[in-house]
């Protein structure tokens, strides 16, 4: 006998709110038992300093608690300042200045992961759009600043890109090389389409829990997970996957393939061991 399976959101974000405790609420309801919250901007501006983030991180913090003891999910925190951010930083200082903010949340986020406040630096890397040859060049900087202090703290970097092909998978892989960063602790959340491992040279992608992108992963052996990316944001409804996607996923598996269901044992227990050092069991419910 198996021991029961575990049901992981691999990348999701919440608010002190209703309505994201509502979610992790039905989340929980329909099968969920961990999350990975990824921290955001709570704030009706852009975060401008080093305090500014950790203000947002002991919020991030405070929300997995509440989730925790609400809901009897485990939520496993994961921080850094998001690469987006830096653009705005830029525009209202410098670039220097702002290059200065990233890397000195990124030092932050490291404490804390050090501390074990949290499992991951995330979200790291570049906006998802062109931006300038400056802005390019700065955004190199602190990536190279994230992947040492991730090889630092010994825990993973959770990515945010534009979509990669075999080639992006590819120059990410040798980035992690340059900076002795371990492949398994490179994570390309965020993936929105299935590419085999073979394209994706060691890099981890965290899939998103579309219908179509679960079933190609199912017959991949390599290491991946699930993810929602779900994000409370009233100004944006439906914008990304619902936060009880993952479960809903499994359910229709064991509905209509259960004999695939065990195949999910790679993205809830295998990843998260290989990838974070996490055994995942599922909690005894009252
Ligand atoms: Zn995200």
Redesign the pocket.
């Known amino acids: 006998m198996m021991p029961e399976l575990p049901v992981v959101d691999h ?3 919440l608010r002190e709110d209703r309505a994201s405790l509502e979610a992790a609420t039905q989340f929980a309801r329909l099968g969920g038992t961990h999350l990975f919250l ?1 921290t ?1 901007n709570y704030l009706n501006r852009g975060p401008d300093s080093i305090e500014d983030y950790r203000a947002q991180f002991e919020t991030t913090l405070s929300i997995a608690r509440t989730v925790e003891r609400e809901t009897g999910v485990r939520v496993f925190p994961v921080l850094a300042p ?1 690469p987006v951010d830096m653009l705005g930083q830029a525009e209202r200082h410098s670039l220097a200045a702002a290059v200065e903010i990233q890397v000195g949340a990124l030092e932050l986020a490291g404490r804390y992961v050090r501390e074990r406040k949290a499992v991951a630096l ?2 790291v890397g570049r906006a998802h759009f062109p931006v300038s040859p400056e802005a390019t060049a700065a955004q190199a900087e602190v990536l190279a600043a994230a992947i040492r202090v991730a090889r630092e703290s010994g825990c993973p970097l959770v990515l ?1 890109t534009e979509d990669l092909d075999e080639h992006g998978y590819e120059e990410l892989s040798a980035l992690a090389a340059k900076g002795s960063l371990p492949l398994n602790h490179v994570v390309k ?2 993936a929105r389409t299935y590419l085999p491992a073979v394209q994706r040279h060691g890099v981890i992608p965290s899939f998103l829990a579309k219908r179509e992108t679960v079933v190609a992963a199912l017959s991949d052996p390599s290491t991946w997970f699930l993810e929602t ?1 779900y ?1 409370a944001d009233p100004e944006r409804p439906g914008a990304v996957l619902a936060l009880d996607t993952v479960p809903r996923r499994v359910e229709w598996l064991r509905r209509t393939q259960p004999e695939l269901v065990e195949r999910l044992r790679i993205p809830f227990v295998e990843a998260p061991r290989k990838v974070y050092g996490l055994e995942l069991t599922v909690p005894k419910r009252p």
């Open positions: 990348h999701a974000h990824a955001q998001y995330g979200e945010h959340h965020y990316d994000l």
